[in-house]
């Protein structure tokens, strides 16, 4: 397998590219708008050839380039087949694998930042999207979002798994890019060691986070694979093409 882990920093977001070498057939997951032509140019030099671009969730705090994507380079848009979204080519749902070429992922429904939330798992590596960060977790105060959903989510699933599991999140704040299943079990602030349900609840509960700054827009561009939606402010069109401002989203 071909991997690149790819990283927009106004956003803080983490793509990633996944290629096999014996189709030459690539995906892209959690793809940002942004960096469309960085994330193509990639693939050119890696002398491969795009074919789907695969969700974790929708997002708050960007916008995907999903629809760029498949208008420039034809490729297939995948997503989670509960969001029920008309423009996905696929949908992806919970026991049934995710196979391009020589690549496979088990997808993993992990409500609780959306209720509609994957992470997608791949020969030791979770892609874990927002649900589990490196010493942190998506927030649970938008988009459905449910405490009690994540905690089970995260304790009850992704910490299930083996410790040395690699873990890819899609976001992080600090310059970190990777963690484990064993570290986050021990370490995590919010979810690690001890934490009981009730405790992660009312933590989650009292960080009074501000209002994600694109989230009007950004919702419904994502429910539509990537277009900016046509009520923008003036003040905000930048965020059309370079997205920043809220974490975790």
């Known amino acids: ?4 882990q790819l990283f927009e920093p106004v956003s803080s977001t983490y793509t990633y590219l996944l290629g096999c070498q014996e189709t030459g057939q ?15 140019a990639v693939l050119n030099t890696l002398g491969l050839k795009l074919a789907f671009t695969l969700e974790t969730h929708i997002h708050a705090d960007h916008i995907t380039s999903a629809r760029k994507l498949k208008a420039i380079a034809g490729s297939r848009i995948a997503g989670p087949a509960l969001d029920q979204l008309p423009c996905t080519d696929v949908g992806i749902a919970e026991g049934t694998p995710f196979k391009l070429g020589s690549v496979e992922l088990t997808p993993l429904h992990t409500p609780g930042h959306t209720d509609n939330h994957f992470a997608y798992l791949h020969a030791g590596r979770l892609y874990s999207g927002d649900a589990l960060l490196i010493d942190a977790c ?8 449910d405490a009690t ?9 992704l910490f299930a798994l083996d410790d040395d599991t690699l873990v890819y999140p899609a976001h992080d704040y600090e310059q970190r890019r990777i963690s484990t299943i064993g570290q986050e079990k021990a370490r995590n602030p919010r979810l690690g060691g001890d934490r009981t349900l009730e405790d992660f609840v009312a933590l989650m509960g009292d960080l009074k986070l501000a209002y994600p700054t694109f989230i009007d827009y950004a919702v419904p561009g994502n429910r539509s694979c990537g277009a900016c939606p046509p009520d ?10 370079q997205i920043a401002g809220s974490r975790q989203g």
């Open 26 to 40: 690539a995906l892209l997951i959690d793809p940002v708008l942004p960096t469309w032509e960085r994330d193509l």
């Open 232 to 241: 923008v402010p003036e003040h905000l069109q930048q965020y059309c093409a």
């Open 138 to 145: 998506g927030r649970t105060d938008f988009q459905n979002g």
């Open 1 to 4: 397998m071909i991997f690149k």
């Open 149 to 157: 959903a994540l905690y089970h989510s995260v304790r009850g699933k």
